[in-house]
């Protein structure tokens, strides 16, 4: 299974830059003050060497290297490599800061090419043997229990919702003091999944680690990489962190989160078809009695129409 861990050899298929961004809380101060360099001019940090570094941002060489191995790289060369390589593909985006008062047609533009970025960022992220993985365990799990609270609720929710859909045993409480105690009867053969953007929500980290200590298999959908969370998973989604915030918390970064769901929800589908296509034909059945009729002035227009 992957871990949340990152030490090792860096998959080449997981894009750096996401991957740096989504660690940064996790960092302590010297690692992050490397990091933030990186993502503030990477290609002025690629043009630098290894000790004008070190004494531009008042950090050790030792801290630099340490901060490759950190990120699966064997180096300081390895790290200026990788840089490169992202540096000289196609610019999709330009990220371009919006004016001082945007007008409502750039703020449009904006809102839309900021989700656009982030899902592509998610998609980078993470890889195919990850959902692979998480596919297989929950198609053969006794038991799929969610964990979340506060802004991240909805999104765990709506996962559980469309898992019943499909006939899949998912449960979730609402209240944070239930939620710890399904985790303490979770039994192995059973899977836990929790929802966080920062992953370091203490009630949603507590769940997954009694979860894991229970046996279940843990899965997290976080936006930070190295988060608490992500080190209890057993198998971490990563959405990828937005720096833009609207209001509380970044809307990007709960748009990737149902992105990554809803992939899951499309592997199980095609795993299962026939046994999905049966619980949606089976409960559209009784769904569909409880939808208002249409309008009557709207039935007759429609009538007029046919004839």
């Known amino acids: 299974m992957q871990s949340g861990s990152w030490q090792g050899t860096r998959n080449p298929k997981v894009a750096l830059m996401p991957l740096i961004q989504g660690m940064l809380p996790s960092l302590k101060r010297a690692q992050r003050r490397i990091a933030e360099a990186v993502l503030d001019d990477p ?35 390895a790290l200026k490599i990788a840089i490169a390589r992202e540096l000289s593909e196609p610019v999709l985006l330009s990220g371009e800061s919006t004016p001082q008062h945007p007008g409502f047609p750039t703020i449009l533009e904006e809102v839309f090419e900021r989700h ?61 003091h239930l939620q710890l105690a399904s985790a303490a009867e979770i039994k192995r053969g059973d899977v836990a999944i929790a929802v966080s953007v920062a992953g370091s929500t203490r009630e949603t980290v507590e769940c997954l680690r009694l979860a894991k200590d229970r046996g279940a ?8 990489i190295g988060s608490p969370l992500g080190q209890a998973a057993d198998i ?43 619980h949606i034909r089976g409960a559209e059945e009784y769904l569909l009695k409880h939808r208002l009729p249409l309008p009557l002035a709207r039935n007759a227009s429609s009538k007029k129409t046919r004839s």
């Open 116 to 176: 656009v970025e982030s899902l592509r960022q998610t998609f980078k992220l993470n890889t195919t043997d990850s959902f692979e993985t998480a596919v297989k365990f929950l198609l053969k799990a006794k038991r799929i229990v969610l964990f979340s609270i506060g802004l991240s609720y909805p999104i765990a929710y709506s996962l559980y919702g469309r898992l019943r859909f499909i006939g899949l045993p998912a449960f979730i409480e609402f209240d944070a």
């Open 217 to 224: 298999t843990t899965i997290c959908i976080t936006n930070s």
């Open 236 to 278: 971490p989604l990563y959405a990828a962190p937005s720096a833009v915030k609207y209001f509380q918390a970044p809307l990007a970064s709960r748009v990737s989160q149902l992105v990554l769901a809803d992939v899951l929800l499309v592997l199980i589908g095609q795993r299962r078809r026939r046994q999905v296509l049966a």
């Open 43 to 77: 290609e002025q940090f690629v043009s630098h060497s290894i000790s004008e570094l070190a004494a531009d941002y008042g950090v050790s060489a030792g801290s630099i290297v340490i901060f490759c191995k950190s990120l699966g790289l064997r180096g300081f060369p």
